[in-house]
C-alpha cells in the first residue's frame, strides 16, 4: 500500500467582503474580522440629488421663488442688540477666524500626541476651497439693492453660501469631536450646543446683511453635510483599521 502525503501546501484565501447591518465585515485570516463603515445610501443619493437639482436652479435663476419673500422677513427685525449679534456672526463665519479656530484645536491634538485627530481636523480645512469651485461653475450673483437690503457690497458670487458650507464643515467638525476634545460630559454638551448655535446664526447672518439668499444658505449647508459626512466616514474607517485583531 502505497502511503499518500498530506498537502500542506499553504492556499492563500481570498478576503470575502459581506453587507452586515451598518457595517461592511472583511474575513481577514489570521487578522481577524474587520468591519467597516458603509455609508447609507437611502440619504446619501437623494441629498446628492437634491445639491445637483439646486446647483442647477442656481445657475439658471439669480434667485428662487420664495428668496426676496425670506430675506425682507427675516432684515424685519431692525434691532440695534440683532444687527450687532448678525455682524459678529458673520464675522465668526469668515474664513480666516474658522481656520485660526480650526488650528487651535490641531495645536492642541499635536501637544497631546493625537496626531490622526489633528489629521481630520487638517482635512476639514482642505475642504473649504470645494466651495469657490462651485461658485465658479454655478455662477450665481449675490443679492442686489434693487430686490433687499444690502449691508456689504461684495463682487464675489453667492451660490452656495461660503461662510454656510464653513460653518457647517467646520463647527460640525467641533460638534462631532467635542468628547475627544474635553472629558466633561458637560463641558461636551457646551461645545455641541455652541457648534449648532454658530451654525445657525451664520447662515442667518448671511440673509440678514443681503449677502446670500436663502436659497444660497441652504446649498452652502448640503454641501457642507456631504463634505463633513465623509470626512466623518473617513475617521471611523480609520478607527476601524487601527484596531488590534485577534487571531480567530
Not at 52 to 71: E, N, P
Not at 106 to 115: A, D, P, S, T, V
Request: net charge positive.
Amino acid at each position: 500500500m502505497s502511503y499518500v502525503a498530506p498537502d500542506t501546501s499553504y492556499k492563500e484565501t481570498t478576503p470575502v467582503c459581506i453587507d452586515h447591518g451598518q457595517h461592511r465585515r472583511k474575513n481577514l485570516g489570521s487578522g481577524g474580522m474587520l468591519e467597516l463603515p458603509v455609508l447609507n445610501l437611502r440619504i446619501v443619493v437623494p441629498i446628492l440629488g437634491l445639491l445637483i437639482l439646486l446647483s442647477i436652479g442656481a445657475a439658471i435663476q439669480s434667485h428662487f421663488v420664495g428668496d426676496v419673500y425670506v430675506t425682507k422677513n427675516v432684515q424685519s427685525v431692525d434691532a440695534s442688540p440683532w444687527a450687532k449679534v448678525m455682524q459678529l456672526a458673520s464675522v465668526i463665519g469668515s474664513l480666516p477666524v474658522v481656520i485660526a479656530a480650526a488650528s487651535s484645536v490641531m495645536i492642541w491634538f499635536l501637544y497631546k500626541g493625537q496626531r490622526p485627530k489633528s489629521l481630520l481636523v487638517i482635512a476639514a480645512v482642505m475642504t473649504l476651497p470645494i466651495v469657490s469651485v462651485v461658485k465658479e461653475l454655478v455662477g450665481r450673483h449675490r443679492p442686489t439693492e434693487e430686490m433687499v437690503t444690502v449691508w456689504y457690497d461684495l463682487d464675489s458670487l453667492s451660490f452656495p453660501s461660503g461662510h454656510s458650507f464653513t460653518a457647517v464643515v467646520i463647527f460640525g467638525l467641533f460638534f462631532y469631536i467635542a468628547p475627544l476634545l474635553v472629558r466633561s460630559i458637560n463641558a461636551v454638551t457646551a461645545i455641541r450646543v455652541a457648534s449648532i448655535t454658530m451654525i445657525g446664526l451664520i447662515g442667518m447672518s448671511r440673509v440678514y446683511l443681503g449677502a446670500d439668499w436663502a436659497s444660497d444658505v441652504l446649498g452652502g449647508f448640503l454641501y457642507g453635510g456631504v463634505a463633513l459626512g465623509f470626512l466623518i466616514y473617513l475617521h471611523r474607517c480609520h478607527i476601524e483599521l487601527s484596531r488590534p485583531r485577534t487571531i480567530p
